[in-house]
Structure formats: C-alpha cells, structure tokens
C-alpha cells in the first residue's frame, strides 16, 4: 500500500493522492495547480498515474485546486465512477464550467498576442464538452456512509466545516488479511464558521493525509477581523471610494454577505451598495439556499425566519459582461465582491486595473493567495504589478482580513487532531508551504509525541 502526491506536496494548491494497493488503485482529488501559467506544463495528468488500472476518483470539496484537473483524466481516457457529496457534484459542475470559459477568454487574449509575434498558438486544457463528459461520470455519496468504491477500498466522507459539502474522506484498505485505515482531511474549515457545520474529528487512523495551509499561525478572532472590517468599510465610505473583494465564489462570497448584513442590522456600517459580480458566485450562493441540510443551526434559524434570503436578495448581481464594465463608471462609496480569489483571473482583474492606481480605493484580501498569484503581490506589498500585460502603480490601501478564512488556523488543526493522536497514526502534512508544514510538525510533536513527515511530489510514501 502506497500513497503518491501529485499536487499539493510542499504547496498549497492542487491536491491529488494517488492510492495504490495490490489490487486497486483510487485518486483523492486532482486540482489545479494555481500560481502557474496555464500552460507551463504544471497543469498535466502524470505520466506515473496509469488510467488504465486506475479504479476510481473520490473527491473532497468543490474548490478548483481540489477538482479543477478533473477533465484532464476524461480528457485522458478515464472513464471509471468519481465519487462525491451532492452538494460537492452541483458546486464541481460551477467551477469545472466556469474554469473552461476563463481558459478560453484568457487564451484568445494570450494568443492574439502570440499570432502577432508569430509563436504558435496554444490549446486550452479542457472543454465544456470535456467538463460535460467528466460530470456524466460523477456518483454521489452520502456523509457518513461507508461507500465500496474498488477491491478491497471503502471510502467515507465526514463533515469537513471548509465549504457546503466539503468532506474529510476515510478510506479503509484491505490486503493480504491486513487493514489500514487512511484520512484525507481535504481543506480543515475554521470553527465557528457561519452557515456550515464545524468540522467533525476522527478517532481512529492509521495513517492522516492533513493539511498545513496555516499550520505556523492562528487567524485573528472573528470579531477582531468584524471590527477591523467595520473600521475599513466606515473609512472607505468617508472617502467615497470603491471597496474591491477577490473572493471566492463558493464559501467566501456567501460568508462575507452573512457577515455584512448582520454589520447592516446592527447598525455599526451605514447601507451602502454591494455588487456580487460573479455568476459563478450568484449560482453557488443559489445552491447554498437548496441545501439547507447542511446549514447549522444558526443559520437554520435566520433562514426559517426569511432573514437568510432577504440578506442575499439585497446585494446586486451582475451577470452580464456589461453589467460588469458599467461598475467602471459608477462612483462609490460601494463594494465590488468578484472572482477569482487569488486574483489569477475572473472580473476582478478589470476592476483592478480600473481601480488600483486611485489613493481612495481600498482592496480588502480575505482568503488565502498562492505564491505566484496577484494576490500574493498586493499582499507583501508591491508598489507596481502588471495586469493584462500593463503596469499598473498600486496606490489603493490593501487590507488583509484572515479572520475570514475558511481554513483551520494553527490551534485548530492540533485540536481537530486530537481524538486520534492517543493512537499514535503516521502523520504527513500536505496542502501547506514548507514554513507552515515545518512550524506545524513541531507543534504536533511537542504536544503529541509525534513525528509528521512532509511528503515530495510524486515520492511515494510507504502505507
């Protein structure tokens, strides 16, 4: 038994484990490597995973770095079962459509470009029709139900609090008489989160596949990160300038509205407009509503009420392309709430562009930014960044919110480790840069005993 990292090892984005026995062989995720040119050759189905044995994908959550290289297997000729909550195979369906459409606008500008130079032109990685074809083979997969997805491996998805039907995935393996039972925790949500449940714990493991994406750091409380919000939004509202979100579609833009309204009601932020310019955002935030089940009790009350929906009807949705260039000519004080979150592509880049070189702007930063991405620059503070092949000077103020995160911070991720330590399982950090993995591993060994390795690309690690 052997597990293999294609993605995610000593880095945060792109998980994919490929698991192996004598007699099956299944995929834990396969996302897209982000920070990287799309067509740099990271973004590619590995030459060491054989799709002709291949018996199965299980998948943890709907984010692109968790599903985005999906179509790329289809594309490849795998045409077995890929096995999900239902909520993650309604949410993959947005981001899978949505990832083929940016590929195709970014590309037509990229290779207008190239034509012009006279360098070849480039493909795209995958299609609609291939995105198409990859749904046709998902298989839902109810929480907490040990599901037989190859010989000899069963497979059990456990609440993972990250985003609606996120899931930590258990996978029980038999061979030779003997049993190993492995967790995949996929992306640790924060508790106390709104909306979601909390992240439920394992008792029992073998071995634990964990994410480290903050293991050297815990996240300012939550009501810091409301105030701090509430400071930003009243000063950016003073100085009439536009408020910019790169968020998420899935998670972080439903988090963020919940957040704001209950700052509306309670009076600390005057009313002011705020556009979600994402249809991908729009349609998640309509998928949240559906799935009800899967709200905790919080915000089962808020919807019982009517409150939840009135909260959402009350931002505006801009779903055209030209609904979204006529933001330009708005003036503020408003809050533009668009895609991508690590601002590798999506409407966000138009409205920074637009907007980054006036001093009454402020870009508020509330998720995690890959190396390599522009959201990792306006983070560590760079004066100039090019967007669209021009450069532009950052004079808008950057704010950076945490608090918002729907990742485990470092106390939680030792807390959500602790029914299982007593066991002593193996542990290996993934998900997570080499300062954050490192930080955690100690953490792990100085309050449980235990040493985490921290596996490299494509090495296996021994089960």
């Known amino acids: ?211 480290s994406t903050y293991g050297d750091r815990d996240h300012r409380s939550l009501a810091e990160t409301l105030e701090e919000t509430r400071v930003v939004v009243n000063t950016a509202l003073k100085r009439r300038g536009k408020i910019l979100v790169p968020a998420f579609a899935i998670g972080r833009s439903q988090q963020l509205i919940y957040h704001l309204s209950a700052l509306f009601r309670s009076g600390a932020i005057p009313h002011f407009p705020i556009y979600l310019d994402s249809p991908m955002a729009q349609e998640a935030t309509r998928l949240y509503l559906r799935h009800t089940e899967l709200f905790d009790e919080e915000t089962m009350e808020l919807y019982r009420s009517g409150q939840l929906e009135r909260d959402f009807s009350a931002v505006k949705f801009c779903h055209s392309a030209e609904e979204s260039m006529a933001l330009n000519n708005l003036q503020g004080p408003l809050m533009i709430m668009a895609g991508s979150g690590m601002c590798t592509g999506g409407r966000i880049l ?30 560590e503070g760079k004066k100039k960044v090019h967007i669209f092949g021009e450069e532009i000077v950052v004079r808008a103020t950057i704010h950076t919110l945490n608090g918002f995160s729907a990742h485990a911070g470092q106390s939680e991720l030792l807390e959500w480790l602790s029914c299982a330590a007593p066991l002593k399982p193996r542990i290996y950090l993934t998900h997570g840069e080499p300062q954050a993995q490192q930080t955690l591993a100690e953490k792990i060994q100085e309050r449980y005993g235990l040493t985490a390795q921290m596996p490299e690309f494509g090495v296996p690690v021994e089960l």
């Not at 030779?176 to 394992?202: C, K, N, Q, T």
């Not at 637009?354 to 991405?373: D, F, K, P, S």
């Open 350 to 379: 138009h409205h920074l562009r637009h907007n980054l070189w006036r001093a009454e702007t402020h870009v508020l930063i509330v998720g995690y930014q890959a190396h390599g991405t522009l959201g990792r620059q306006l983070v």
């Open 1 to 211: 038994m052997r597990v293999t990292l294609f993605g995610a090892a000593r880095a945060v984005t792109g998980s994919a484990y490929y698991v192996e026995t004598k007699s099956a062989k299944v995929l834990v995720d396969f996302g897209m490597l982000q920070g990287h040119d799309a067509h740099d050759g990271a973004n590619i189905v590995p030459p060491e995973l054989d799709l002709a044995s291949l018996d199965a994908v299980v998948l943890t959550h709907g984010h692109l770095d968790h599903c985005g290289r999906l179509p790329l297997l289809t594309k490849a000729g795998y045409r077995g079962p890929i096995y999900a909550t239902p909520a993650t195979v309604e949410l993959t369906s947005l981001v899978l459509h949505d990832a083929a459409k940016v590929q195709a606008q970014d590309l037509a500008r990229i290779n207008r470009r190239r034509e012009r130079a006279g360098l070849e032109l480039l493909d795209v990685l995958y299609t609609p029709d291939d995105v198409e074809e990859t749904l046709a083979q998902f298989r839902c997969a109810e929480y907490n139900r040990p599901t037989p997805v190859a010989d000899g491996i069963s497979a059990r998805w456990v609440e993972a609090g990250h985003i609606l039907g996120s899931a930590s995935i258990e996978l029980t393996l038999e061979q030779d008489g003997r049993r190993h039972v492995a967790i995949f925790s996929g992306d640790i949500g924060h508790l106390g989160a709104p909306v979601i449940r909390d992240p439920e714990r394992f008792c029992g493991a073998d071995s634990i596949f964990m994410e």
